[in-house]
């Protein structure tokens, strides 16, 4: 049985720094993709960064291009992602979710609903 449990999450202060750890258990998980997705209230879930299986590609949506970074451990069946000058905007529960061997580039494939497996999110408040 797959199961995907992330943490880190809390409240910050404009400006502030998280990183949130996503461990996944049940797979192989150097054999899958990870992303990160987020849901604000009242609107859709929505891609934030994705990484392949080796870590070796990355993808990033614009708002969060140089602010964010994804990385992965395989040895720890463990993705993070690091969100450094975070904003009230960037408020929101985070998900991690994982999918077997993409076959299109990351860009491509990096929505949440190419992904079947996920974790119940951790909440990330932003206050100015």
């Known amino acids: 049985q797959v199961q995907v449990v992330e943490s880190g999450g809390g409240s910050v202060q404009a400006g502030g720094s998280l990183r949130l750890s996503c461990t996944a258990s049940?797979?192989?998980?150097?054999?899958?993709?990870v992303g990160w997705f987020r849901q604000a209230p009242g609107k859709e879930r929505e891609a934030v960064s994705c990484i392949s299986w080796s870590g070796g590609t990355t993808y990033y949506v614009d708002s969060v291009k140089d602010r964010f970074t994804i990385s992965r451990d395989n040895d720890k069946n463990t993705a993070y992602l690091q969100m450094n000058s975070l904003k009230d905007e960037d408020t929101a529960m985070y998900f991690c979710?994982?999918?077997?061997?993409?076959?299109?580039?990351?860009?491509?494939?990096?929505?949440?609903?190419?992904?079947?497996?996920w974790g119940q999110g951790t909440q990330v408040t932003v206050s100015s």
């Open positions: 979710a994982a999918v077997i061997s993409m076959v299109k580039p990351l860009a491509e494939e990096c929505y949440p609903a190419r992904f079947p497996y």
């Open positions: 049940g797979l192989i998980f150097d054999d899958y993709a």
